[in-house]
């Protein structure tokens, strides 16, 4: 039988993914994760049946990171010794591995909203319509988001810096 619980449990993979792009640690990816899923298991009643359990999780997810975020202006954290040895690790022997090193910095280069509609897109497959659930903002808002998003994205794994325009 196919119950929610393993209905959430198939999701995980993503939710891991989008966590690490969202915090670019694998560490406090899983404590997102975990702390999505803690959330969404205790407040599984207030899931509508009729809704998509996908994108009702991926804002979960995101709302744990925002609250960490404010959670950290608040009171910063300091790295330690293991995010010390994970930056001085040898560097990649294949090519494949330096073109996602590039790909990880040009995303973090992004504006926070591009990066995620980017990610939410074209890593985890959502519709537009699942994205502005997400991120609740209009269908459009998604659509040019990611369009701006896709096109910086270009322009920043192809050597360049993005021109600034002049808006009249």
């Given at each position: 039988?196919n ?7 198939a999701?995980?993979?993503?939710l ?11 560490t ?8 999505c899923?803690?959330r969404?298991l205790?407040r599984?009643a ?14 979960i ?7 960490e ?20 690790a ?15 910095a ?8 591009q990066?995620?509609?980017v990610?939410l ?31 910086r994205?270009?322009?920043?794994m ?11």
């Amino acid at each position: 039988m196919n119950t929610v619980e393993s209905q959430i449990e198939a999701e995980i993979p993503g939710l891991r993914r989008y966590a690490r792009a969202l915090s670019g640690d694998v560490t406090q990816a899983d404590d997102l994760v975990q702390d999505c899923l803690e959330r969404a298991l205790s407040r599984l009643a207030l899931w509508r049946r009729d809704s998509n359990l996908r994108a009702w999780l991926f804002t979960i997810l995101r709302h744990v990171w925002i609250d960490e975020l404010r959670r950290r202006k608040v009171r910063p954290e300091h790295g330690g010794m293991d995010d010390a040895m994970d930056s001085a690790a040898a560097a990649p022997s294949q090519m494949d591995r330096l073109a996602v090193r590039d790909l990880v910095a040009a995303l973090a280069l992004l504006a926070p909203e591009q990066r995620e509609t980017v990610l939410l897109v074209g890593l985890e497959g959502l519709t537009y319509a699942e994205v502005a659930g997400v991120t609740g903002v209009p269908v459009g808002t998604v659509m040019s988001r990611l369009k701006r998003g896709r096109d910086r994205l270009a322009l920043l794994m192809h050597g360049g810096e993005a021109a600034l325009r002049r808006v009249k």
